[in-house]
């Protein structure tokens, strides 16, 4: 089995701004939302302690909204990820269409050694809200064709985060 030792899990959240990608963070590592609306300049990370497959892990979330803006730290930040969590928003289709070149760019920063095998997972969020522009069937038919899974989340009312999460870290062990 494999173990991650000591070192932490790395996943990166990346999609628009405002998708929720700190809300998201926020409702799984402390089970709780802010309605307040603060650009992440940079990057936060969380840590959160998890059992995953009969071991103690640690995973370590990255949220790189505005690192791309400056080259070299998106590079620094994506190198040695083992999962990328791919976030739009059910409401914004824009959000949605942005996704296809935010993986390729997670892909051209990380530079993972296997990048066919390399897991995303990919998460519809805000479902909370009235007004959606994506259809579930849109996104899954996305992964089908890139290889990633899809969850629906609310990181406001705390609608699959937990699994997503779950998932995402469970695939991250996989990397090690
Ligand atoms: P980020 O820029 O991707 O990190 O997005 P934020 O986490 O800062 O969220 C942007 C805005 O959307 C904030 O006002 C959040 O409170 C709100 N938000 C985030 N997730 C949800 C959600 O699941 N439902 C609703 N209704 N609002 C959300």
């Excluded at 103690?56 to 791309?68: H, I």
Aim: aromatic letters at 10%; hydrophobic letters at 40%; one cysteine or more.
């Amino acid at each position: 089995m494999a173990s991650a030792g000591s070192s932490p899990l790395k996943i990166l959240l990346v999609g628009s701004a405002g998708v929720g990608k700190s809300s998201l963070m926020s409702r799984f590592v402390h089970n709780r939302f802010c309605s307040r609306y603060r650009a992440t300049i940079g990057a936060d990370f969380f840590t959160k302690v998890m059992e995953l497959e009969g071991q103690r892990v640690t995973v370590q979330l990255w949220d790189t909204a505005g690192a791309e803006r400056f080259q070299s730290l998106g590079m620094a930040l994506y190198r040695g990820s083992h999962c990328c969590v791919l976030v739009f928003d059910v409401t914004v289709a824009t959000s949605f269409q942005a996704v296809a070149a935010q993986r390729a760019e997670f892909l051209m920063q990380a530079d993972p050694p296997s990048p066919k095998q390399f897991p995303f997972v990919l998460l519809g969020n805000k479902t909370d809200l009235p007004g959606r522009q994506v259809s579930p069937r849109e996104a899954e038919e996305w992964c089908a064709q890139t290889q990633a899974q899809y969850f629906e989340t609310s990181a406001k009312d705390g609608t699959g985060v937990a699994l997503a999460f779950h998932s995402a870290s469970q695939a991250a062990l996989r990397q090690v």
